[in-house]
Nanobody
């Protein structure tokens, strides 16, 4: 059974940091692109960041460039999202996803999704 389990969310003040983790299991993800998406209340899900199967290809949404960093440890089937300089507008449920090798920003290219972890940034 394929599972993606996110952790690391919580409540933080503006300007603070959090690190999200996503543990993947149930299949070989070594050739999958891994992504982070988020969905704020009342808004559509949006792309945040993506990392390629080798870990060498990353891509970020403009609104997180310079603040968030995505990384992966393939041997552990784990993906991380380091979030710095958090803003109240970053408040959302953050989802980890595993997709096709060339998946980038389109959620339809991701086949597996986690349950999400809540991130709340207070002003």
């Amino acid at each position: 059974q394929v599972q993606l389990v996110e952790s690391g969310g919580g409540l933080v003040q503006a300007g603070g940091s959090l690190r999200l983790s996503c543990a993947a299991s149930g299949r070989d993800f070594s050739s999958s692109a891994m992504g982070w998406f988020r969905q704020a209340r009342g808004k559509e899900r949006e792309f945040v960041a993506r990392i390629g199967w080798s870990g060498g290809s990353t891509y970020y949404a403009d609104f997180v460039k310079g603040r968030f960093t995505i990384s992966r440890v393939s041997a552990k089937n784990t993906v991380y999202l380091q979030m710095n300089s958090l803003k109240p507008e970053d408040t959302a449920v953050y989802y980890c996803a595993a997709g096709r090798r060339l998946a980038v920003v389109d959620g339809r290219d991701y086949d597996y999704w986690g349950q999400g972890t809540q991130v709340t940034v207070s002003s």
